[in-house]
């Protein structure tokens, strides 16, 4: 008898510690504020003159109401994923919608947009928004906060809030190409690690405390560069590519560890690579079935306006999918990069 009480008081005492845990994480975290590309964007590139887009079907087919809204994948992205992770939306609002109210930025937006990078020329190979001049919408949003709801409310958001930067994908697949000229592969994942460490640098000179930064992932595994790269029979990784992915990890890992060190606040480096590349290589322990191909059109380039609803080809259940279209994964794969990576980092930063 004496042991049974002695096991029920245990049980209400975890039970009431877990719930304290549960309530100070939704409440010491009051928005959620995302800089990068089109992984963290949820429409941003809607009213640009770019041609990277995709608010069009099937975008958006497994996204609640089958909207296609501006989201790069069939459902819902990161930003939306981790915001619920926070208990504060299911979905998290592009700063750039023209119908936000300013209620609509209390718990938080993002300023992503798809096919931008470090490098300012990515952004304005692509006509997307830079994550530079993301920091100038940025700087607007906390004025906005300060006039609808104060100062008080808008020092609370920066200093408890939770910033993530997810960027360097364009940059290393895409821009180097055109940089090649003036870096070699090393030189040019250093420059573009180091102009992270800057970002995150102005963040945090913004206001910012609690700050996190996606390592690059391996790029080189995407459907695209398989079809490109990978030769023709084999469709293996672009391996150059991921070696480039990795030396941006490098030297971007080390960097915010002894900037966490020397700042006020949190800084981490979260490691999405190696959870991403074991995802791909052993699809089948996730759950997916195919991992080499988007669901989208035939899987192979498919991407943006090749991804239309004309394309006869897309998969039925894109769960089955590691990749959507040729770039960008399903929100299913999202979800697991996510449920993997709040375990091990989240706690942190509460
Ligand atoms: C925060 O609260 C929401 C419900 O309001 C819940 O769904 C979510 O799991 C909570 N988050 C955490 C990390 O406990
Ligand atoms: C879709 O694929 C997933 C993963 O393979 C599987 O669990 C699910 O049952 C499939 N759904 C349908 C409707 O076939």
Known sequence: MMKLQILWLALVLITVEANAVKQGINATIP?????????????????LPTL?????????????????????????????LIAEKLGLAKTLPAYMNPYLKPEDLLKGVTFASG????????AKIMSVISVWDQ????KEYISKIKRHFGEEKAKEILEHSFFLVVSSSNDLAHTYLAQAHRYDRTSYANFLADSAVHFVKELHKLGARKIGV???????CVPLQRTVFGGFFTR??????????KQFNARLSPALDSLDKELDGVILYIN?????????????????????????????LTISYMCNSLNPFT???????????SYHPTERAYQVIVDNLLEKYLSKVY
């Open 272 to 300: 999405v690579y190696d959870t991403l590349f074991d995802m791909i290589q052993h699809p089948k322990k996730y759950g997916f079935e195919v991992a080499d191909k988007g669901c989208c059109g035939k899987g192979l």
């Open 236 to 245: 293996g990784c672009n391996q150059p590519l991921n070696n480039m992915a």
């Open 52 to 80: 990277l887009k995709c608010n069009f079907p099937p975008y958006g087919k497994d996204y609640p109401g089958g909207f296609a809204t501006g989201r790069f994948s069939d459902g819902r992205v990161p930003s939306d």
């Open 135 to 138: 920091l100038i919408y940025f």
């Open 214 to 220: 996606f390592s690059a992932v391996p790029v080189g």
């Open 31 to 47: 928005a959620l504020i995302v800089f990068g590309d089109s992984i963290m964007d949820t429409g941003n590139n809607n009213n």
């Open 115 to 122: 096919g931008t990078g470090y490098d300012p020329l990515t």
């Open 315 to 325: 998969c039925s259940n894109s769960s089955a999918y590691i990749f959507w279209d």
